[in-house]
């Protein structure tokens, strides 16, 4: 379903955005330069292999989840989902936080760089904080959210200083690396 969207978003933007804009000339092989390509290629490709990193770290977990039990395989599935909305509310943060930072450096202010360096981190940090320690403090209502089984309740509960450590760190990964992102330091 993403990737139908995603076309059809595209399809809706080649036929209708030149007839709405008059500015935009519409679509030209002419905008597509050496210099772009590989201008894009230098910011793409680092980003795009750096998400893909967690998606490949998570399968490579879900394999070894696969022939476990059930019960755990389904507590797996759960974590998994508490991981990425974990990862949302601290990607966001993360986000904002390289943008702004792009913003500094593109301007020359290293020192409000640095500042806002600090300060991402610093509202990062207390959210990734509470987070881990709501999975840690509160595993039975996170898991109620997922099931009503007994059994996986209790699985729940005993996984949740790891899991803990997990989410905490995990997090705190996609903040730190947004910034050699945001100063194009990422390259391959």
């Known amino acids: ?81 508490l991981l990425w909305i974990s990862l949302i509310m601290t990607g966001a943060v993360s986000a904002a936080t390289g943008i702004r930072l792009s913003i500094a450096l593109s301007t020359g202010d290293s020192q409000h760089a640095k500042t806002l360096t600090i300060l991402g981190i610093g509202l990062a940090l207390p959210i990734i904080a509470l987070l881990a320690g709501s999975y840690f403090l509160f595993p039975r209502a996170f898991a109620h959210l997922f099931t009503n089984s007994d059994q996986l309740i209790d699985e729940f509960v005993s996984i949740r200083y790891m899991f803990t450590v997990v989410v905490f760190l995990m997090n705190l990964q996609v903040v730190l690396e947004r910034i050699p992102l945001s100063m194009n330091r990422s390259k391959l």
């Open 1 to 81: 379903i993403p990737v139908a969207s995603s076309y059809f978003q595209l399809l809706v933007m080649w036929l209708l955005a030149p007839r709405i804009n008059d500015e935009w000339p519409g679509w030209s092989i002419s905008h597509i330069t050496k210099h772009r390509v590989v201008e894009f290629s230098r910011l793409y490709f680092p980003s795009a292999f750096s998400s893909a990193s967690d998606w490949w770290r998570v399968a490579v977990i879900g394999v070894f989840a696969s022939s476990c039990r059930q019960h755990t395989l389904a507590t797996f599935h759960a974590t998994y989902r």
